[in-house]
């Protein structure tokens, strides 16, 4: 019997945990993880085609254009068939249509909305680095990376500029991502005060 691959995308502000709790989902499924962010980093650093497009944008803070984001995820789709979970996509309207108008990519779609307050948001966003290599996001204690060994850094994203910058994309562009699967019932709201722990066992709750 064919096995259903369970798909979720992981939605909310900067510094709310989609990559952190993104990635352990995708462990607990034994599925493939994507975080478009992370990737878009690993490009620009690469010196790739795409990376020099979208180099500018994330200088500035901004969205990268759909022509880059979802190039970027349908390329990946097309080589990752199972069960997946993306951390950062969709991120527009646009975005959400274009993996909602595939059923290849909709079925058994589900979309986590972590909800954080803004000031907890902005303490996280003061107080993380995140690995060279495998991008984990992690807090300032460690020096090199638990899982790979890696360098850590703290993104160049990571400012109050820089922050306030992706929370007002994130209320102007993301918003309505929200809403759209809200209006599909496709969408699990969380609350993502807390602990990484205490975050877990409430995604949990709501989907094992
Ligand atoms: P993140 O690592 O998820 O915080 O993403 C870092 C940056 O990558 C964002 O601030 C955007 O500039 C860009 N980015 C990531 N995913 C997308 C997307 N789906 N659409 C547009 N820009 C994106």
């Known amino acids: 019997m064919k096995k259903v691959p369970l798909r979720f995308v992981m939605l909310g502000p900067p510094a709310s945990g989609k990559g952190t ?18 990737q878009l980093r690993r490009e620009v650093a690469s010196g790739s085609e795409l990376g020099k497009q979208a180099d500018v944008y994330l200088s500035n803070n901004d969205y990268v254009p759909d022509s880059l984001a979802v190039l970027l995820v349908e390329s990946w789709l097309q080589t990752h068939q199972g069960s997946w979970v993306l951390d950062g996509f969709p991120r ?8 909602c108008s595939e059923p290849e990519f909709s ?8 909800k954080v307050p803004v000031e907890e948001l902005r303490r996280r966003v003061a107080g ?20 790979c060994g890696g360098e850590l850094m703290e993104r160049h994203d990571d400012t109050d500029e820089g922050f306030e910058s992706r929370y007002q994309w994130f209320e102007s562009e993301t918003f309505p991502v929200l809403d759209y ?18 975050v877990w066992a409430r995604i949990e709750k709501e989907i094992f």
């Open 181 to 198: 699967f809200a209006s599909r019932d496709m969408l699990i709201e969380v609350d993502g005060k807390g602990s990484v722990d205490e």
């Open 21 to 38: 709790q993104g990635r352990k989902l995708a462990e607990h499924l034994g599925a493939e993880y994507l975080s478009t962010g992370a």
């Open 128 to 147: 993380r680095q995140e690995c060279t290599i495998c991008h984990r996001s992690l807090g300032l204690e460690p020096t090199v990376c638990p899982d």
């Open 92 to 99: 527009r309207l646009s975005q959400a249509e274009f993996l």
């Open 107 to 114: 079925e058994n779609l589900q979309a986590i909305h972590l």
